[in-house]
Each structure stands twice: as structure tokens, then as C-alpha cells.
């Protein structure tokens, strides 16, 4: 009966006490996040020379190492977020540069090279002949007559030129292939000293158009090759792309090879190599990335032409799979869908109040025909979970621009969280369509939205503009001549990306339309946006452990889970520091292959958000248990009083029992007492039983006695009253025997 009573309490001890060792708070530090952000990395640049040397220069190359590296910024920022007041950091690089001096044998290769990728102008499309012809008379406008009849008359294709350059980096100078690699070359020895003439050329997406740009000296970033050639002996032209054309870009772009002193020369080229790794090898994102959502466009293309234009216009001019295609391959891992919607200006009418005219050039306030696109429903509401991005485009008759004259598109910010975009509005003469398409436009101005920036923009940190007193930001700085690398987000007259496909060893061509440093760019921002969120995971998992008490060894798994997120960041950001971002030919999907910095930034993420959902697990659990716990241990305590009680009047029982027992004990001796007073007063009873007899009998004796007195009192009153007298007087005084004797 006892042990009964007593087993429930020590079983609910039992459990109290083992949750009692897992509250019992840590009060060790949490362990150090293994990374910083942001990542610092080394860049390693290799200027090549061809074509001339150092000696030309009145320097050795030890010495050109020297001047350059001096005169080259030594650190280079990557930035996203063109319109916030404090851009956000991607990484900083260490810029080390190496001056290779070609030997005989690679110079007398590209010679060869040159040759083989030069043209008769007379053999090149249509397209490209006309842009020969405006690039002539370009060169005789500014340089003079001297100049133009200098120009080479082959010319040659920059972009075969840079992929055999690259194939000649791999048998001549291996070590440097997967490098970022400048090839400052000077065309003069190769072309019969005239002035080298460089063209790309291709067609458009949709139609197969031909279309050509003549007179660049510089250009790069196809395939995953990290190339840049720039010849410091041609002449560059600013009026062939769209990028803003004054006299002062004429100047500030001179071939180096053109000034007089080797001083001026090398401070010349220092000045290509210095914005080369700004706005290409470093280039900075307009926009924070996403990661991992799914985007929605929204195309609405307004149509507010007569004489040309209409639905099969654009159907005929608009391919929505090669949109669709080029996205996904600049973000593999998000997620795209779009939605295309046609209007005339009639349906949509009200958007007219979004165009103003000025000098009869027809402007679109962005801000204005987002909102009202919004509210007329021209752009259509967006399912909830994804994130939209509309993209409006305007077809007219005329010359049409967003926000200001020469802007084909704009992609607007949000200005409620400038990280991010609004969305992108397109505005384009149908003539302008015709000729080249409105896929590939599309293509730039949604790549703008998810954050690329032009080849010939960037937030240049050695120039900080003052945005209010005591406040500035890195400037964003156009420099057109970048607008030569290829890509979609070149604002050059010819899309090469087109006809061009990333080359990678062992893969098959693929075809993105971004430049190397365009892919660079976002991947860099990509892997530094998962170990942003893995820091940030990693971070609550501490601080949740700390708040509920729990230790990583009370979980199963958790250890273990932090220490392979640690170890994945770690090696994220090694491979990060090697250029080794993303590869989006190994890709097999998220989590498939370990082998980028962006492979182990996500799995460190995905690690650490396990890890987080088993602390927030434990600690719910903890949690929804402490009522119950609460409810036990009240019970305890109700119990422990009820036992204290109970054990109190067990103790009173027990007194009172032992004091009934030593009463007890008190009354048998008592009783014994009265039995013996008792057995005493029995025989005094008797005796006294046998006196009383006796007296009786005395007494009835006496009565007789008196009767026989009395009687003979009658017979002789006088002489028997003294004798009677005596015998009454005698028996008080004296023992009956008297009496009895007597009688
Ligand atoms: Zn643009």
C-alpha cells in the first residue's frame, strides 16, 4: 500500500529531471561564422603584348609591370545597386598585374592568325560594308584624310581574332588560359603598317537579318574566356553604337599608340587596362539579384503605329522562347515564366496620357505609365508567389523614348526599395524592329531588370559622387568604348551574340547572349547572396540555441549539419577567390554537383536552414512540452504537500498512538491496582458480608433478647431496666462478643 502511493511521484521526477538536463542553459559562447563577407579576392591580370613590345615604349617589361601597376587601381569593387545611397558590396579584389612579353613564335602565329580572319570588304555582307563606308568617313572627319587612307583595306574579325587568341594562350602560354587575360596588341606589324580595321558581324534572331559594326578596338567576353583584346594602334569609333557621341569621347579614347611621349603612351594604355577591370573584369550589377524565385513577365506591347506595325508584325518580329531561353541561362537557378499581351493605342488609350512631346520627339514618363498600366489593368494583376516584372513596350510610327531622347529602354527602379526594379519600359520606332528585331531588346532590358548593367557602365569606387553634404556614392561612369564586348547588354549596333555561342572544353556550345563578365557578374552576386542567407541562418540557429537553452549535442544531427555548412562555405569562398563561380555547363541542378563556389554556397545554405528547422523544431517541442511539464510539476507539488501532510498526520497518529500506549500501560497498572484494591475490598466485603451476618444474627439475638427483656419487663419493670441499659450501653462501646458471651 505504501510502495504504491509513493511510485507515481518518483516516475514523474524521473521525467522532470531528464528535460531538467536539457534546459540547463549553455553559456558557452556560440562558435564563429567560418566566412566574412564581403569576400576579398586576388584578381590576377595578364597583360599580354603583341604586335610591339616594351622596348617600343622605352621600358623593360619588369619596368611596364611596375608603371602599370602603379597607375592601375589596386583594389576593384563589384557593387550591386546602381540607385541605392550605399551599394552593396559584392566582393573586393586585389588587382595584380603580370606583363607577358610574346615571344617571336606567338607573335609570327597571330600574324598568321590576322591573316586568316581578314576580309576583303567587298566579300562581307551588306551591312558590314556600309559600316565600313560611315567608319571611313568618320576616321577623315576627326583624324584627317592622312588617317583614313592609312585604314587597312582588309578587315579583320575581332571576334574569330579573340577566339584564336584564346586557343594560342592554351599551346603558348597554358598558365595563364583560365586567366583574365588583356591582349594589348598593336595591329601595324600584321597589317603592312596600315591602321587595323576590325568588324563583327551578325544577324538577328528573328529573321536573319544581317547586321554589322565596323571600327572597334577593343573587344571580348565570349564564352567563358575571360579575354580582352584591345589593339592600342586602331582607332576607335564612338558612332558606331548608341552610346552617348560627343567630341570629348573622341578624345578621351585616342589609340595610346597615337601620343607622342612613352610616358603619355603607358599612362594611355594604364587608362584602358584601369577601366578594362572596372567595367568588365569587375563589373557592378544595376540591381541586388533574387535567388531562387520564380519570375513572372509581363510583356504588353502597345501598339500605337498605322502604317506599319500590327499583331503580325510582332509576331513575325518577337520570338518568346529565345526570351524565355536567354533568361534562364543568364539565372539557371531561378525560375521564369512570362506572359505576352498585345494592345492597340485604341484599347489602351488611356496610356497616351503617360507620352508627352517634345519638339516632336515623343517621350514616356516611366513612372506615370507604370502606374496607370497598373491601374487600367493593362498590366494584369500578379499571382501571389511570384515575382513580376512588367515589361511595356512601345511601338510608333515615330521616334518614341522613356524618360529622355536616344533611350531605346529603361529598366526603372522601385523607388519605394531602389534594390530592386519596377520594371522595364521599351520604346521603339517599328522601322528600328524591322531592322533588328525586338527580341533581342527585350532580352537587354529584362537582364537589366534581374541586374546586369551595359558593358559601358559601372559604379566606378575611385570616383565617389557627393549625393548630399557629407554623403556620396561610387559614380556611375559611362565609358562607351566597353560597349564593344559582346553582349546583349551591348549597346553596340551589331548583337554578335547572336551568331556566338560560349565555347567551354568538352562542352557543347552554348548560347546566353551575355559576355563572360556579364555571367561573372551575377554569379558573383548570386554565390554572395547565398552565404549572405547562410550567415543570416546560421546567426538565428545561435541565437535561438541561446534563447531556449539548448545544445547542439541535445540534437541529433545538428553538429554535424553546422560543421559540413561551415565546411561548404569555406570552400565557396576558396573557389569564389579562384574564379571558380558558377558552371553553367556542369549544371545538373540545385545540390547535384559540388564543384563551383555557388554548388558549395548552396549547400552550405541548404545545411544551415536543416540545421535551423531541427533547432526550431527542438526548441517548438521544448516549447509546446513546458505547459505539460508545468501541469507535472504542479502535480508534483500538490502531491509533495499531500504527502507532506499526510506524513504530518501519520506522525500525529503515530504520538497519539504511543501516548494511547503509555496510557495504556498506565491503566493495566491502574487496573491492576483497582484489581487488587478490588480483591481487598472483596474480602473486606466478605468479611464485612460475615459481620453484617454476624451482627444480623447479634442483632436478631439482641431483638430477641430485648423481645425476652421486654417481656419480662412486663413481668418486673423496675429490676430489669438497669441490666437492659447495660447491655445497650456495653454493645456500643464494646465487641458483641460481650454479648454473645454473655448470652
Ligand atoms: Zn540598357
Request: aromatic residues 10%; contains cysteine; proline residues 5%.
Amino acid at each position: 500500500m505504501k510502495v504504491r502511493t509513493f511510485s507515481p511521484i518518483f516516475v514523474i521526477a524521473l521525467v522532470v529531471s531528464s528535460f531538467a538536463v536539457i534546459w540547463t542553459p549553455v553559456g558557452a559562447e556560440p562558435s564563429k561564422a567560418p566566412i566574412d563577407l564581403p569576400i576579398k579576392a586576388p584578381l590576377e591580370v595578364n597583360v599580354i603584348l603583341a604586335g610591339f613590345s616594351s622596348r617600343d615604349l622605352g621600358v623593360t617589361p619588369a619596368e611596364l609591370e611596375g608603371l602599370l601597376s602603379r597607375l592601375v587601381r589596386s583594389e576593384a569593387v563589384a557593387y550591386a545597386g546602381f540607385f541605392m545611397e550605399d551599394p552593396y558590396v559584392v566582393a573586393l579584389f586585389d588587382v595584380e598585374l603580370t606583363v607577358i612579353e610574346a615571344d617571336a613564335r606567338l607573335n609570327s602565329e597571330i600574324r598568321a592568325l590576322f591573316g586568316r580572319v581578314s576580309y576583303d570588304p567587298a566579300a562581307l555582307p551588306i551591312d558590314v560594308r556600309n559600316s565600313f563606308v560611315r567608319y571611313v568617313s568618320f576616321v577623315r572627319e576627326y583624324y584627317g584624310t592622312t588617317f583614313a587612307i592609312r585604314l587597312n583595306d582588309r578587315m579583320t574579325d575581332i571576334a574569330a581574332l579573340t577566339l584564336g587568341l584564346v586557343s594560342l594562350t592554351n599551346r603558348f602560354l597554358p598558365q595563364i588560359t583560365d586567366g583574365y587575360n588583356i591582349y594589348l596588341i598593336c595591329g601595324l606589324p600584321f597589317t603592312g603598317n596600315k591602321f587595323p580595321v576590325y568588324f563583327s558581324a551578325g544577324q538577328t534572331v528573328e529573321r536573319g537579318n544581317g547586321i554589322g559594326a565596323v571600327g572597334m578596338n577593343l573587344y571580348g567576353g565570349i564564352g567563358t574566356y575571360r579575354y580582352v583584346v584591345l589593339d592600342i594602334c586602331a582607332i576607335p569609333n564612338p558612332f558606331g553604337n548608341f552610346a552617348p557621341k560627343t567630341e570629348e569621347d573622341v578624345e578621351k579614347y585616342l589609340p595610346p599608340a597615337l601620343y607622342r611621349g612613352p610616358r603619355d603612351q603607358i599612362q594611355a594604355i594604364a587608362m584602358y587596362v584601369d577601366e578594362i577591370i572596372d567595367n568588365l573584369f569587375v563589373k557592378s550589377l544595376i540591381y541586388v539579384p533574387r535567388y531562387q524565385v520564380t519570375f513572372l513577365f509581363d510583356v504588353v506591347v502597345i501598339d500605337m503605329t498605322t502604317t506599319g506595325g500590327g499583331l503580325q508584325f510582332i509576331v513575325s518580329n518577337f520570338i518568346p522562347e529565345i526570351f524565355e531561353s536567354a533568361m534562364k541561362w543568364l539565372m539557371p537557378y531561378n525560375f521564369y515564366t512570362s506572359r505576352f499581351h498585345y494592345r492597340t493605342i485604341a484599347e489602351a488609350a488611356v496610356m497616351r496620357q503617360a507620352i508627352s512631346v517634345h519638339r516632336g520627339i515623343q517621350i514616356i514618363d516611366v513612372e506615370r505609365a507604370f502606374t496607370l498600366a497598373e491601374r487600367t489593368g493593362l498590366i494584369p494583376p500578379a499571382p501571389s508567389g511570384v515575382t513580376r516584372i512588367p515589361v511595356l513596350i512601345f511601338l510608333s510610327d515615330a521616334d518614341i523614348y522613356p524618360s529622355s531622347p536616344g533611350t531605346i529602354g529603361i529598366a526603372w527602379p522601385d523607388l519605394s526599395d531602389p534594390r530592386y526594379p519596377r520594371g522595364a519600359v521599351v520604346g521603339l520606332n517599328y522601322r528600328f524592329v524591322e531592322r533588328e528585331g525586338l527580341t533581342l531588346v527585350t532580352i537587354h532590358e529584362a537582364a537589366h531588370t534581374l541586374g546586369l548593367a551595359h558593358p559601358h557602365d559601372d559604379l566606378d569606387e575611385t570616383d565617389q559622387e557627393v549625393i548630399r553634404p557629407g554623403k556620396s556614392k561610387p559614380q556611375v561612369k559611362t565609358r562607351w568604348v566597353f560597349s564593344w564586348a559582346e553582349t546583349a547588354m551591348s549597346y553596340a549596333d551589331v548583337p554578335q551574340v547572336v551568331n556566338q555561342r560560349v565555347i567551354y572544353p568538352g562542352a557543347y556550345p552554348l548560347r546566353t547572349y551575355f559576355s563572360a563578365f556579364d555571367l561573372d557578374a551575377i554569379d558573383r552576386a548570386v554565390v554572395t547572396l547565398l552565404l549572405g542567407y547562410y550567415l543570416n541562418y546560421r546567426e538565428e540557429v545561435m541565437k535561438k540555441l541561446k534563447e531556449s537553452g539548448l545544445r547542439l549535442e541535445d540534437i541529433p544531427e545538428a553538429e554535424k549539419l553546422l560543421r559540413e555548412a561551415d565546411k561548404a562555405a569555406v570552400n565557396a569562398v576558396s573557389l569564389f577567390r579562384d574564379h571558380n563561380y558558377f558552371d553553367r555547363f556542369g549544371f545538373a541542378g540545385l545540390g547535384a554537383q559540388l564543384e563551383t563556389a555557388f554548388d558549395y554556397a548552396w549547400k552550405a545554405l541548404t545545411d544551415v536552414i536543416e540545421l535551423y528547422d531541427n533547432v526550431e523544431g527542438a526548441r517548438q517541442a521544448i516549447e509546446s512540452t513546458r505547459p505539460l511539464i508545468r501541469k507535472l510539476e504542479s502535480e508534483i507539488s500538490d502531491l509533495r504537500s499531500t504527502v507532506e501532510s499526510l506524513k504530518g498526520r501519520l506522525d500525529a497518529a503515530t504520538a497519539r498512538a504511543e501516548q494511547l500506549q503509555r496510557s495504556l500501560s498506565q491503566e493495566a497498572q491502574e487496573r491492576q491496582r483497582i484489581q487488587q484494591e478490588l480483591e481487598l475490598t472483596k474480602s473486606d466485603l466478605t468479611r464485612a458480608r460475615t459481620e453484617l451476618e454476624l451482627t444480623k444474627n447479634n442483632l436478631s439475638a439482641a431483638r430477641s433478647e430485648v423481645n425476652t427483656y421486654l417481656m419480662l419487663a412486663a413481668a418486673g419493670m423496675v429490676a430489669a431496666a438497669g441490666s437492659a441499659a447495660f447491655a445497650i450501653a456495653s454493645r456500643r462501646g464494646s465487641r458483641p462478643r460481650v454479648l454473645t458471651s454473655s448470652t
